[in-house]
């Protein structure tokens, strides 16, 4: 079961040189170095060769930001050769550790995409939902023109997506690059958008794909999976290589009952607020 399921904003898999310490499940009192897998407005996904307990208090600091504060375990998510899988919660709600800006999931129901975005003039951070036509302009110019709360008063700034390590990069590279986007045909709410997304299921893994159209707050895809009606994934749309991709709970509400091509149709739509308490034993793993 994910711990960190109920979630009060969206999931960025971005990792972050953070150091923990406290006293672990033996008694034994430690300082780890460590990195985010995940970072929420309120905590993290972080892995650990200690043994923590749920509500176990522990000191959490953020290199590139300076900020330490009291965090609290939720609970053990997996393990791994390296170590344990824990989710954290930052216990002050108004302690930003990350200083990136979140949306409520309120806010971001009905985008088309979600992006981590920086600021190139001044680097603030900020997780940004999308619609159809600013999705577009992103894929196009790779920076989006938008306000900027901390460059007020200097007019709109150039934004662009936040990258992770270069190690990371490296090991995504042979996805390619992101698709070219097609001619701009609409056909009612959804427009003809090829966007590279990345698909995940705890049972049927991670799989890329390209969309065929993008409409308000959802996608249509193909697949040789056939992800049955009403199934729940995660998915980061855009999905970019060596980018900070942000996987937002969603379901299946269309499926094709043949393939064309031995390719299956499915129509996903976002269920960030509906879902939020449903999305458990997603399994934990490095940005595909």
Not at 50 to 70: A, D, S
Not at 84 to 93: I, K, N, P, R, T
Not at 228 to 248: D, M, R, S, V
Not at 261 to 272: D, I, M, P, Q, T
Request: glycine residues 6%; positive net charge.
């Amino acid at each position: 079961m994910d711990p960190m399921a109920n979630r009060r904003s969206d999931r960025v898999y971005l990792e972050l040189r953070i150091q923990i310490s406290g006293v672990d499940a033996t008694g034994e009192s430690f300082v780890e170095q460590r990195q985010t897998l995940v970072v929420s407005r309120h905590g993290a996904k972080i892995i650990s060769r200690h043994v923590l307990v749920p509500q176990q208090p522990l000191n959490l600091r953020c290199y590139k930001t300076g900020i330490e504060t009291l965090a609290r375990v939720v609970g053990q998510i997996g393990r791994a050769d390296e170590g344990y899988y824990y989710g954290l919660e930052v216990s002050d709600v108004q302690v930003n550790v990350w200083t990136i800006e979140f949306p409520s999931l309120a806010d971001t129901q009905d985008a088309a995409g979600r992006v981590l975005l920086e600021c190139i003039r001044c680097h603030a951070q900020e997780v940004v939902p999308l619609d159809v036509f600013a999705l577009e302009v992103l894929l196009a110019n790779q920076t989006l023109l938008r306000p900027c709360k901390q460059c007020a008063g200097q007019g709109n700034s150039l934004w662009k997506q936040v990258a992770v390590r270069e190690a990371e990069q490296m090991a995504v590279s042979k996805i390619g690059a992101m698709p070219v986007r097609t001619s701009n045909e609409r056909r009612d709410p959804r427009i003809a958008l090829r966007v590279a997304v990345c698909i995940r299921h705890p049972e049927f893994g991670t799989e890329l794909a390209t969309t065929e159209n993008v409409s308000r707050g959802g996608f249509r895809f193909k697949s040789r999976r056939r992800y049955a009606l009403g199934t729940i994934i995660e998915a980061a749309l855009p999905y970019t290589p060596g980018a900070a991709n942000i996987f937002a709970p969603a379901q299946i509400v269309y499926a094709d009952e043949a393939p064309v091509g031995e390719l299956y149709a499915h129509g996903v739509a976002y269920k960030l607020t509906e879902m939020a308490t449903s999305l458990t034993g997603l399994r934990i793993e490095r940005p595909c």
